[in-house]
């Protein structure tokens, strides 16, 4: 019974040290690049160029090139491209919902 109650701690030990490893980013993919961070004005759902109130980013706009769709044709966020190349996505309605780093 010793054995098999060490042999499930270490099995647990084992299982917590690979997922914790895993979780590790490069520092140029990481949030805390501030390239990608929400706090970089480019970023922002406050900067034109991000909002929904922008045309070019409207679900009205059919015209729009940056939507992101579902497989049924829902539109569910919008894409833009900062200058520095981070793709941030929002929402419909301006809230971002996650990045892409540069390929720089």
Known sequence: MKYLIGLVLV????????????Q?????ASIYNFENSPNNFNNS???????P???????N???ATNGVYDN???R?????????????YFDNNGNRIGYT????
């Open 61 to 63: 706009n059919f015209n």
């Open 76 to 88: 569910l966020a919008y894409q833009v491209t900062t200058p520095t190349g981070v793709t941030n």
């Open 11 to 22: 099995t647990q030990f084992g299982l917590f040290i690979q997922n914790v490893s895993a």
């Open 72 to 74: 049924k044709g829902n």
């Open 45 to 51: 759902p406050y900067n034109f160029n991000n909002s």
């Open 101 to 104: 780093p540069s390929k720089r």
């Open 53 to 59: 109130y922008n045309f070019n980013n409207s679900p």
């Open 24 to 28: 590790v980013a490069p520092f140029n």
